[in-house]
């Protein structure tokens, strides 16, 4: 009984794909013009546990997650780089390989389908004359734009006021709109660059580009439809209306939304030099810290993220690790998990709107209790594993020092358990617990 909050309707709704059994998937990726960072990398960790879930509760899912391998930031870098705009291609094909090893060394599993621009570019074309042949876009001069008061159902999935966007709305000097609200679907290059098409060279507006490449790779309706909250305006609300004006049709079933992510309570931005990108952060802590920092957070709600929370969350995570790490991995299926009550419990959070954070909470809840059963241990080490996507595998503590008075209570305390002076052990224990260091036995 799998329920998802639909941001179009605003409410928590049960899930009924389009297909029985059948989920069609598809998420916003990146422009490749730098690393990315960790704002990406709780969005794509976000879905790849909704993509694993639905896998878990046995619905056979096709993700498609695209490449915006053409944009004016590419295309500026560039020129600013290589002093070529044409080189473009070179830095998205750089910053895709990166991409694609943050998101491996996060255990993200890789889309079904993860399509590039470039390479789809006679689809785009033809979603395009699609839309001016029913009277939904027009040309003018070499560019073409969507007519937004085409469109009956345009801002309900922001919930915008038509009359205030208007108000709000700029004109670039160099377009020649029929109204302020009308966007870009092909930009005209008059120097004979990009692609050739029926109205000129040139090369596509951003928001077209997902509306025919989920028509092209998923179909022309979806179940999901997922990204962070900052794409709700404009790119999906554009995306829908290009997608149902063409086709006639509900376009996305759902639409999904992860919370924005704070930088130290600040909004990330490039412009005031306070991105943290995924690369720099794996120099300092593994990145399956990073990976249950995210999913101690429900997807949906704002996250404000601290390198200083980052040792507590190691620390958590280690004490996960150490629980299950001479447990055997239990194979499981949905089904088996009603006749275990821990993971009963953690599938019912997980089916009311991916509640992982829940979850993870009722693992620490009955951890004891876990460790004294072997069949739930098994269960619950292959759950976190498999869907939460976490390796389980301890991490050593980095920067740790010793300084002479704490080797002095690690030898005093080595020689308690040689004497099985168990007390005395306790004792020693604890007093390196209260000066910060947690000490991890190995049989004598």
Same mark, same amino acid.
């Given at each position: 009984?799998?329920?998802?909050?639909?941001?179009?309707?605003?409410?928590? &709704? @049960?899930?009924?794909?389009?297909?029985?059994?059948?989920?069609?998937?598809?998420?916003?990726?990146?422009?490749?013009?730098?690393?990315?960072?960790?704002?990406?990398?709780?969005?794509?960790?976000?879905?790849?546990?909704?993509?694993?879930?639905?896998?878990?509760?046995?619905?056979? *899912?096709?993700?498609?997650? !695209?490449?915006? /391998?053409?944009?004016?930031?590419?295309?500026?870098?560039? &020129?600013?780089?290589?002093?070529?705009?044409?080189?473009?291609?070179?830095?998205?094909?750089?910053?895709?390989?990166?991409?694609?090893?943050?998101?491996?060394?996060?255990?993200? @599993?890789?889309? /079904?389908?993860?399509?590039?621009?470039?390479?789809?570019?006679?689809?785009?074309?033809? +979603?395009?004359?699609?839309?001016?042949?029913?009277? !939904?876009?027009?040309?003018?001069?070499?560019? *073409?734009?969507?007519? *937004?008061?085409?469109?009956?159902?345009?801002?309900?999935?922001?919930?915008? !006021?038509?009359?205030?966007?208007?108000?709000?709305?700029?004109?670039?000097?160099?377009?020649?709109?029929?109204?302020?609200?009308?966007?870009?679907?092909?930009?005209?290059?008059?120097?004979?660059?990009?692609?050739?098409?029926?109205?000129?060279?040139?090369?596509?507006?951003?928001?077209?580009?997902?509306?025919?490449?989920?028509?092209?790779?998923?179909? /022309?309706?979806?179940?999901?439809?997922?990204?962070?909250?900052?794409? *709700?305006?404009?790119?999906?609300?554009?995306?829908?209306? @290009?997608?149902?004006?063409?086709?006639?049709?509900? +376009?996305?079933?759902?639409?999904?939304?992860?919370?924005?992510?704070?930088?130290?309570? &600040?909004?990330?931005?490039?412009?005031?030099?306070?991105?943290?990108?995924?690369?720099?952060?794996? @120099?300092?802590?593994?990145?399956?810290?990073?990976? +249950?920092?995210?999913?101690?957070?429900?997807?949906?709600?704002?996250?404000?993220?601290?390198?200083?929370?980052?040792?507590?969350?190691?620390?958590?995570?280690?004490?996960?690790?150490?629980?299950?790490?001479?447990?055997?991995?239990?194979?499981?299926?949905?089904?088996?998990? &009603?006749?275990?009550?821990?993971?009963?419990?953690?599938c019912q959070v997980m089916e009311e709107d991916f509640n992982t954070a829940a979850a993870i909470g009722i693992v620490f809840e009955h951890l004891n209790e876990i460790k004294n059963d072997p069949k739930a241990a098994g269960a619950v080490k292959s759950f976190l594993h498999n869907v939460f996507g976490l390796s389980l595998v301890p991490i050593a503590e980095k920067g740790v020092e010793i300084t002479p008075e704490i080797q002095k209570l690690l030898d005093a305390r080595e020689q308690a358990r040689r004497d099985k002076n168990w007390k005395r052990a306790d004792e020693l224990r604890d007093q390196l617990k209260e000066l910060g260091h947690d000490v991890q036995d190995k049989k004598i």
């Amino acid at each position: 009984m799998l329920k998802v909050t639909n941001t179009l309707t605003g409410k928590k &709704e @049960q899930f009924t794909p389009l297909i029985p059994g059948k989920v069609l998937m598809y998420v916003c990726g990146v422009t490749p013009y730098a690393p990315a960072h960790i704002g990406h990398g709780r969005c794509y960790v976000s879905f790849d546990v909704v993509y694993r879930f639905l896998k878990f509760l046995g619905y056979d *899912v096709r993700y498609c997650r !695209n490449f915006t /391998d053409i944009d004016d930031k590419l295309i500026n870098k560039a &020129e600013k780089e290589f002093g070529d705009r044409q080189r473009y291609k070179e830095l998205a094909d750089t910053y895709i390989r990166s991409f694609h090893d943050d998101m491996r060394v996060l255990d993200c @599993q890789s889309p /079904d389908f993860e399509p590039c621009v470039t390479d789809n570019i006679p689809a785009i074309i033809e +979603f395009i004359k699609g839309l001016i042949a029913q009277g !939904n876009a027009y040309q003018s001069g070499g560019d *073409v734009y969507f007519s *937004v008061r085409s469109f009956d159902h345009y801002a309900e999935l922001s919930k915008h !006021n038509l009359d205030d966007l208007c108000a709000g709305a700029r004109v670039d000097v160099r377009e020649s709109k029929r109204d302020p609200l009308d966007f870009a679907l092909w930009k005209s290059e008059p120097t004979g660059t990009f692609w050739k098409s029926p109205w000129g060279y040139g090369r596509p507006g951003w928001h077209i580009e997902c509306s025919a490449l989920a028509a092209k790779y998923l179909g /022309d309706q979806i179940d999901i439809h997922g990204g962070g909250l900052d794409l *709700v305006f404009p790119h999906h609300e554009n995306e829908r209306a @290009q997608s149902e004006a063409l086709h006639k049709k509900t +376009f996305a079933r759902y639409w999904l939304h992860n919370g924005l992510l704070n930088l130290d309570k &600040e909004k990330m931005s490039k412009s005031i030099g306070n991105v943290l990108t995924l690369d720099a952060l794996f @120099q300092q802590y593994d990145p399956m810290v990073l990976r +249950f920092y995210f999913l101690n957070h429900h997807y949906r709600s704002p996250m404000d993220f601290s390198l200083d929370d980052m040792p507590g969350i190691q620390k958590s995570y280690n004490r996960l690790c150490h629980a299950f790490q001479s447990v055997p991995m239990q194979k499981i299926t949905f089904a088996d998990a &009603e006749h275990i009550s821990v993971l009963a419990r953690m599938c019912q959070v997980m089916e009311e709107d991916f509640n992982t954070a829940a979850a993870i909470g009722i693992v620490f809840e009955h951890l004891n209790e876990i460790k004294n059963d072997p069949k739930a241990a098994g269960a619950v080490k292959s759950f976190l594993h498999n869907v939460f996507g976490l390796s389980l595998v301890p991490i050593a503590e980095k920067g740790v020092e010793i300084t002479p008075e704490i080797q002095k209570l690690l030898d005093a305390r080595e020689q308690a358990r040689r004497d099985k002076n168990w007390k005395r052990a306790d004792e020693l224990r604890d007093q390196l617990k209260e000066l910060g260091h947690d000490v991890q036995d190995k049989k004598i």
